[in-house]
């Protein structure tokens, strides 16, 4: 216990420097209220060419449909994206060596310099649901709150577990220039385009639907969807699994989340950790000027 509060102590200092380098400058406080709100107002305007025509199982308001999708892509965006441009930075700043010297653990620095990108991105998902129910009529309803919380959680740390993945491809597999493939073909590409950010994964091939049952967004969209929106149906079957399962809507996409939560989580921990082994045997945790 004592070991596990001093690693806690260590992210919250990483934690700490991470917000004043955030603070100090002033316009990003405003560049992120801009940014959500232009983007929710994109999507307001998508809904008038939409109008009422129907998002399947979750009702007509086109303007919430979307709310939701921006909301989960803001904690993606940084739990999945963020990882490995956090190792990089660490690496071609000359302080990889110095953090494996010191008594933290492996996973301590990575995790407290992502701060200053939680405290960019999250907030964003409270913006996006004040200015769509400000501004864009967007309304929301708490009709499941354990599956909209077990739904915060395992989508938070699958996406982190894909995250480190990511990161561990810096050592791993040399990912040392450039962009690397496995937080692009994910999160641009396969993601962007089934993960049912903007429109429901039923419009889709079922080759495309079959695909995004692998992912994780594809069920936690669908779970927020059922449980905050008004109109959604609770029992009406969207997503493949739910077609093969005997279980609620809502219970299908807690099982997905945990199973791909137990899959992704501790495969990322685990391949990071051994490619911080590998660049340690290999005197390439740093770069040497």
């Known amino acids: ?5 001093k690693q806690l102590r260590a ?3 990483f934690s700490k420097r ?14 992120w209220i801009i940014d959500v709100f232009v983007n929710t107002s994109i999507f307001f305007l998508v809904s008038l060419l939409v109008g009422h025509h129907s998002m399947g199982a979750y009702g007509t308001n086109y303007v919430s449909f979307v709310v939701i999708g921006l909301s989960v892509y803001y904690i993606s965006y940084t739990n999945l994206g963020d990882p490995f ?6 690496y071609w700043n000359g302080t990889m060596d110095l953090y494996m010297l010191s008594p933290l653990s ?10 200053r990108s939680v405290i960019d991105d999250y907030p964003r998902v409270g913006l996006a649901f004040l200015f769509g129910w400000l501004f864009f009529s967007a309304t929301f309803t708490f009709r499941a709150p354990l599956y909209v919380i077990a739904g915060v959680i395992f989508i938070g740390l699958s996406t982190f577990g894909i995250g480190m993945i990511s990161a561990s491809s810096f050592y791993l597999l040399n990912f040392k220039r450039g962009s690397e493939p496995i937080s692009f073909i994910l ?5 962007a385009l089934v993960g049912g950010y903007y429109y429901p994964v039923s419009v889709l091939p079922n080759y495309l639907q079959i695909l995004a049952s692998f992912i994780p967004h594809t069920y936690a969209l669908d779970l927020f969807r059922r449980a905050l929106l008004k109109r959604a149906s609770l029992t009406t079957a969207v997503l493949p699994l739910q077609h093969l399962l005997n279980l609620s809507p809502l219970a299908v996409d807690t099982f997905a989340l945990a199973v791909l939560t137990a899959i992704l989580f501790p495969s990322g921990f685990y391949l990071y950790y ?3 082994q590998k660049a340690r045997r290999e005197g390439t945790l740093t770069r040497w000027q």
Do not use: C, H
């Open 1 to 5: 216990m004592s070991e596990l509060l």
């Open 11 to 13: 992210i919250w200092a």
């Open 18 to 31: 991470e917000m004043v380098i955030w603070t100090s400058y002033k316009v990003n406080i405003w560049t």
């Open 85 to 90: 441009p956090r190792v990089a930075r660490i």
């Open 106 to 115: 492996y996973f301590t620095p990575i995790i407290g310099v992502m701060f």
């Open 187 to 191: 999160q641009d590409v396969i993601i």
């Open 274 to 276: 051994l490619g911080i």
